[in-house]
């Protein structure tokens, strides 16, 4: 009937974009049970769209929605402002995440409960959220370091320690190779800026490092390295490890050849002190069906928890 009825989430998305009273907040979309279907085929657009954001918080990148014959396209702005997430689950039933998916994402992996508690009630929504702030989307960009890398110097100390975490990608790269694998520059650059800006990372980065408020850049060639850092640094580290290098070893045959060369990266890690992954890693090579998934998250398990607990 030449008529266009738009779903929920266009609205949403609409009302994020040219509402006064929401567009100066942040939002968030979380997509349930996100890879029922190929994450890539239903988010191609917005992931392509999302590519030309790169680099530069000035450029906002749009689609186009149809809105029937005659009829010219809506622009759907793509702010900065809105947040995508979504669950998944890793069984029969589900997609796989492409490369393509991985690269631009985060996968967050939760570890089991220990107890399992009955809920006798439900909390209500509008009470829990009646009086909580809103999040401005200047208090959130305002916990960011944007292009962090222009502030280190080629000769900061700062820089010899990421570089440490840098050679280890490399080295897990240098083996992926023998089995047709490969991580690129996106996954890296995405690593070292998880890093810079993890909150306990970028609060003593922001404590010790110069700003030029006129310029809006920062300086951090000043930064002593101590081993609270490195501390930090480390733990982040090892998040990015789990979250953007292990998913892109799904599918690496656990038996022959395969085998052996994952358990070269099992043991570059465990050299390198990241023997809380040991446990997790071992999981995904036996549990995934010959191949490797890893599903599980025991490496954040803290250490006080017992087992009948």
């Known amino acids: 009937?030449?008529?266009?009825?738009?779903?929920?989430?266009?609205?949403?998305?609409?009302?994020?974009?040219?509402?006064?009273?929401?567009?100066?907040?942040?939002?968030?979309v979380l997509l349930d049970e996100m890879?029922?279907?190929?994450?890539?085929?239903?988010?191609?657009?917005?992931?392509?769209?999302?590519?030309?954001r790169r680099g530069t918080a000035k450029n906002v990148p749009s689609v186009e929605v149809k809105l029937g014959a005659g009829v010219d396209p809506y622009e759907l702005q793509l702010r900065r402002t809105v947040l995508w997430t979504g669950t998944m689950n890793q069984d029969e039933t589900t997609k796989s995440l492409s490369d393509k998916v991985l690269d631009r994402g985060l996968v967050i992996y939760f570890p089991r409960p220990h107890t399992l508690i009955s809920r006798t009630t439900l909390k209500n929504l509008a009470v829990m959220i009646k009086d909580r702030q809103m999040l401005t989307e200047s208090k959130w960009t305002g916990w960011i370091i944007r292009n962090l890398i222009t502030g280190?110097?080629?000769?900061?100390?700062?820089?010899?320690?990421?570089?440490?975490?840098?050679?280890?990608?490399?080295?897990?790269?240098?083996?992926?190779?023998?089995?047709?694998?490969?991580?690129?520059?996106?996954v890296w650059q995405s690593i070292m800026n998880y890093i810079l800006n993890y909150p306990t990372v970028s609060e003593i980065l922001r404590r010790c490092g110069q700003r030029d408020e006129k310029k809006h850049t920062w300086n951090f060639d000043s930064v002593e390295v101590t081993e609270e850092l490195k501390s930090n640094m480390r733990t982040a580290f090892e998040d990015q490890i789990v979250q953007k290098i292990m998913p892109k070893l799904r599918g690496i045959e656990t038996r022959g050849k395969g085998r052996d060369h994952l358990q070269e990266i099992e043991d570059l890690l465990e050299s390198k002190g990241f023997e809380k992954l040991k446990d997790d890693f071992e999981i995904a090579c036996t549990q995934g069906y010959g191949q490797f998934i890893w599903s599980s998250a025991k490496y954040i398990e803290t250490d006080d928890i017992k087992d009948d607990e």
Do not use: W
Request: hydrophobic share 35%; charged share 25%; proline share 5%.
């Open 1 to 28: 009937d030449n008529r266009f009825e738009p779903e929920p989430l266009l609205k949403y998305l609409a009302q994020c974009t040219e509402d006064n009273h929401y567009n100066p907040y942040m939002s968030i």
């Open 35 to 52: 890879n029922l279907a190929h994450v890539e085929h239903y988010f191609a657009e917005f992931l392509s769209k999302l590519e030309t």
């Open 152 to 186: 280190i110097g080629a000769n900061s100390p700062l820089l010899s320690e990421l570089d440490e975490y840098r050679k280890i990608v490399e080295n897990i790269n240098d083996i992926l190779e023998k089995v047709g694998r490969a991580l690129g520059h996106r």
